[in-house]
């Protein structure tokens, strides 16, 4: 293992998706990178074939392919290498660097199963893997496994030898710690907050130019709905839950790529606009919408919905932006959804009694105002704690080993 | 009334959509009159610029390059589906990127003037808009 350096000023690989990749993560390190730069010297790698149409966010650094970090490294060593580990093919260039760089490792793990990240690389690859870790028996039923459809994600999280090539571990909850360690017990974990952009309170300004140009209503009283929709996501249960709460006055506002993983009564919803407007509901199902589209369709919204399970214990970007915006949010009472506060969130069981408490969370919400303004003044208050300058400054003492 | 946190200015953000959103949003706080017009312009061009952007960069093609992720052998694997290929489909192959690829940058050059006239139109809009507001205002005793 590789100790650990001074990184004040001194030279840091940065291994993450990057825009225009589509991926919260590239978003993420934008932001991140943008702080941290101001603390240490970042270079960001990226996917080869990413990087001919990467977009150039800090030009006297432009972010270089994976295939030239030897060549970078013996011209000016790293003294750490980051890696962004997100359960998701993109990051499967990462997977071979991540036993390989020559110098402090230091992995974010977003997931609590890197499954997709190896069959980004191939079906070999995974399966090796597995293999490696549970055994060529598990591997073979994981074979068979892989020509049916759903994922396997959950059955094999794959964390331990990821976790044991590294220095030190960064998760953003307490839950994906516990996962990480029991992969992992005698490895550092550093459990640092999830970052968000803390927008100015402006008493409603944006958030009425928001509906005006989307084409919301002004006086409703709107929730949302963000992100991919998966089977996870349980969005349908959002809508049902909406649906018979029947509050008048009310919107729900759904945005979000409808995936392959999507369960089909979710489908009827996203490709029938005349039944969403007689429930005052507004589905826009788009294909990779801009990430300022993101942004401004959070910013009409006066509380989130985001719901989870089953869950590996990672963190949800989208109630980070929301709380960041002031705005509070229903989430599921798990993993690391769980571990957000009652100040500024309403935790819904995962049970038969789902739908039942979310009536409830939305009416609550619906008939006290105040407690919607007290509950938005606390989520800018939990915010403040995670701002990305924040977030920067705990990186560089776990980067240290600190 | 707003809280007057001190919090970050769009200058301690990324560059992206989201400092392009803080700026804007301080100048409605300060009353800018162009402001309201300037995010609609960016709400309504982000989704058409980004799939133009993606258009144009994933428009060329390239021919498939083979690799295969078996030790030691991989290499040579990947040699031999490369000379198979070489002999088998290679031409025929490179007819139809030369195809797709004129036909990709058909498109993106007509999207690239959709964008042109759409931004044009909702100028002329805005500028109607405007000559609407001033009369009505004349109009007013």
């Known amino acids: 293992?590789?100790?650990?350096?001074?990184?004040?000023?001194?030279?840091?690989?940065?291994?993450?998706?990057?825009?225009?990749?589509?991926?919260?993560?590239?978003?993420?390190?934008?932001?991140?990178?943008?702080?941290?730069?101001?603390?240490?010297?970042?270079?960001?790698?990226?996917?080869?074939?990413?990087?001919?149409?990467?977009?150039?966010?800090?030009?006297?650094?432009?972010?270089?392919?994976?295939?030239?970090?030897?060549?970078?490294?013996?011209?000016?060593?790293?003294?750490?290498?980051?890696?962004?580990?997100?359960?998701?093919a993109g990051h499967g260039y990462m997977a071979d660097a991540l036993f390989s760089v020559p110098c402090r490792r230091v992995s974010v793990f977003h997931d609590g199963s890197l499954y997709h990240l190896y069959?980004?690389?191939s079906h070999y690859r995974l399966i090796r893997e597995i293999a490696a870790e549970e055994g060529w028996p598990?591997?073979?039923?994981?074979?068979?496994?892989?020509?049916?459809?759903?994922?396997?994600?959950?059955?094999?999280?794959?964390?331990?030898?990821?976790?044991?090539?590294c220095d030190q571990i960064i998760v953003h909850s307490q839950c994906l710690a516990g996962r990480v360690r029991a992969a992992a017990p005698d490895r550092p974990i550093a459990v640092l907050p999830f970052g968000c952009?803390?927008?100015?309170?402006?008493?409603?300004?944006?958030?009425?130019?928001?509906?005006?140009?989307?084409?919301?209503?002004?006086?409703?009283?709107?929730?949302?709905?963000?992100?991919?929709?998966?089977?996870?996501?349980?969005?349908?249960?959002?809508?049902?839950?909406?649906?018979?709460?029947?509050?008048?006055?009310?919107?729900?506002?759904?945005?979000?790529?409808?995936?392959?993983?999507?369960?089909?009564?979710?489908?009827?919803?996203?490709?029938?606009?005349?039944?969403?407007?007689?429930?005052?509901?507004r589905f826009e199902a788009r294909r990779r919408p801009a990430y300022l589209s993101w942004i401004m369709a959070m910013h009409t919204v006066d509380a989130g919905v985001t719901l989870r399970f089953p869950t590996t214990g990672e963190s949800s970007a989208v109630v980070s932006e929301l709380l960041g915006m002031g705005k509070p949010c229903i989430v599921s009472d798990i993993g690391a959804l769980a571990e957000l506060p009652d100040s500024c969130t309403i935790k819904v069981p995962v049970t038969e009694e789902e739908i039942a408490a979310l009536q409830d969370a939305l009416r609550r919400l619906a008939a006290e105002p105040d407690r919607l303004a007290d509950m938005s003044r606390a989520a800018r208050a939990f915010a403040q704690g995670r701002a990305w300058e924040v977030v920067a400054q705990a990186y560089l003492q776990a980067m240290r080993g600190h | 009334m707003p809280e007057n946190h001190s919090q970050p200015t769009a200058d301690d953000t990324a560059p992206g959509p989201v400092a392009d959103l803080r700026q804007i949003q301080a100048r409605?706080?300060?009353?800018?009159?162009?402001?309201?017009?300037?995010?609609?312009?960016?709400?309504?061009?982000?989704?058409?610029?980004?799939?133009?952007?993606?258009?144009?960069?994933?428009?060329?093609?390239?021919?498939?390059?083979?690799?295969?992720?078996?030790?030691?052998?991989?290499?040579l694997i990947a040699a031999l589906r490369s000379a198979v290929a070489s002999l088998a489909a290679r031409w025929l192959v490179r007819a139809v990127i030369e195809q797709q690829t004129a036909f990709n940058r058909a498109t993106v050059g007509a999207l690239d003037e959709a964008l042109a006239i759409n931004r044009h139109l909702l100028a002329r809009i805005e500028q109607l808009e405007q000559r609407v507001a001033e009369l009505q205002r004349e109009q007013r005793p």
């Open chain 1, 197 to 281: 952009e803390t927008w100015l309170d402006d008493g409603g300004l944006l958030r009425r130019q928001a509906r005006r140009i989307i084409g919301l209503p002004q006086d409703a009283l709107i929730f949302g709905v963000f992100g991919h929709i998966t089977a996870a996501k349980r969005v349908e249960r959002v809508i049902e839950a909406f649906v018979q709460a029947d509050l008048p006055g009310a919107w729900l506002y759904v945005v979000g790529e409808v995936t392959a993983l999507a369960p089909p009564t979710l489908r009827r919803w996203a490709t029938d606009p005349a039944l969403c407007a007689r429930h005052r509901i």
């Open chain 2, 28 to 75: 409605l706080l300060a009353g800018d009159a162009g402001a309201a017009q300037d995010l609609e312009r960016l709400v309504y061009f982000s989704n058409l610029e980004a799939s133009v952007r993606e258009v144009q960069q994933l428009g060329a093609l390239r021919e498939h390059r083979f690799a295969s992720a078996w030790p030691a052998l991989g290499r």
């Open chain 1, 138 to 165: 598990a591997a073979w039923r994981a074979w068979k496994r892989l020509r049916q459809p759903g994922s396997d994600s959950y059955h094999h999280p794959l964390l331990r030898r990821a976790a044991g090539a």
């Open chain 1, 1 to 88: 293992m590789n100790s650990a350096p001074d990184i004040q000023r001194s030279r840091v690989a940065w291994w993450s998706p990057w825009p225009p990749s589509y991926s919260g993560i590239a978003e993420y390190s934008r932001m991140l990178v943008a702080h941290l730069r101001r603390l240490a010297e970042v270079r960001v790698f990226v996917e080869d074939a990413l990087a001919p149409r990467v977009v150039e966010i800090f030009p006297d650094a432009p972010a270089l392919p994976a295939s030239a970090f030897q060549t970078e490294h013996r011209r000016s060593p790293f003294d750490v290498a980051v890696f962004q580990l997100g359960n998701q």
């Open chain 1, 119 to 121: 069959e980004g690389v």
